[in-house]
């Protein structure tokens, strides 16, 4: 039985991860901070330690024939920033693969990081791209376009009353659901590629999930345009007016607006039923709400 040393476990992309290689009979090694605060994973084994620091790292991969990360920070918190995790967290995994003697290594990035090569994040990414293009164990560098998750923004803006976009509208992207990304990760390593734009089924403009979003929750599109220049100067102001736990995500997200974000289509999940399905979650937890209230025994 193959077995593969996934990081970042715990997160969105790590559970779909997990689950895909345990459907495709490998051994599965989770990477975790703390097992106890873990939740249910589909994995065989999980091991506790911090990829910020390389002495926990030690031994954890013996054995491993494949380690896939996709370690990372959307939000700085813990007092750790990009360079701490996107860079040398996964430069330390890196280095332990190597130790190892694991075969091969799947990393997955950003799409387009060289025209975003000046937010933090994605300098981060590269920068540890860089390194593991350098090193003797076989790389795969998957780069998707964006989750489904991260499009909740257009239906958020669609329940406020009116979508805010940026120059005409018209940058496209095909986002894509965790589950199908796994696969697509998957698919990708076991080809050996060295790299793989991954996008979902369908392509939308920027207008066109404006306008998803409004269908999925039955009211008339209400789409502003504002002058690209905003977004630029919001670009430009931001480090200096917010912390970087919100500048650090909307630099990434504005600079992302301006880029067709189109990757090789993948997948069989529609993004229109993805909407529709946290349209049914968020009225069944209004009609059912969690009760908090203390019970007698």
Request: hydrophobic share 45%; glycine share 8%; net charge neutral.
């Amino acid at each position: 039985m193959r077995r593969v040393f996934i990081a970042g476990a715990t997160g969105y992309l790590g559970r779909h991860l997990c689950a895909e290689y345990q459907q495709r009979g490998w051994y599965v090694i989770a990477l975790v901070r703390k097992t106890s605060q873990a939740a249910p994973i589909a994995a065989d084994q999980l091991i506790e330690a911090q990829a910020t620091d390389p002495e926990t790292l030690r031994g954890v991969m013996a054995g491993a024939d494949l380690v896939v990360s996709c370690l990372g920070i959307t939000r700085q918190t813990d007092g750790l920033g990009y360079w701490d995790v996107d860079y040398q967290a996964n430069l330390n995994l890196l280095r332990e693969a190597e130790r190892a003697g694991v075969g091969q290594f799947g990393y997955i990035h950003v799409l387009r990081a060289s025209d975003m090569a000046q937010v933090p994040m994605v300098a981060a990414k590269s920068a540890f791209v860089v390194e593991l293009q350098r090193s003797a164990v076989a790389a795969t560098v998957i780069a998707p376009t964006g989750y489904f998750s991260d499009m909740a923004d257009f239906l958020k803006m669609a329940q406020s009353g009116r979508v805010w976009l940026f120059g005409n509208g018209n940058k496209r992207i095909n986002p894509i659901h965790g589950a199908d990304l796994a696969t697509a990760i998957a698919e990708a390593v076991e080809a050996q590629l060295d790299w793989q734009n991954v996008g979902g089924p369908d392509i939308f403009t920027q207008r066109e999930l404006a306008e998803l979003a409004f269908a999925s929750i039955g009211k008339p599109s209400r789409i502003t345009l504002l002058p690209d220049i905003i977004r630029r100067i919001a670009l430009r102001v931001l480090p200096f007016v917010t912390p970087s736990r919100i500048s650090g995500p909307a630099r990434f997200f504005l600079s992302a607006l301006a880029l067709n974000m189109v990757g090789a289509c993948h997948g069989t999940r529609c993004l229109k039923d993805y909407f529709e399905n946290s349209i049914a979650d968020l009225k069944s937890a209004s009609i059912h709400p969690i009760s908090t209230e203390r019970k007698e025994l």
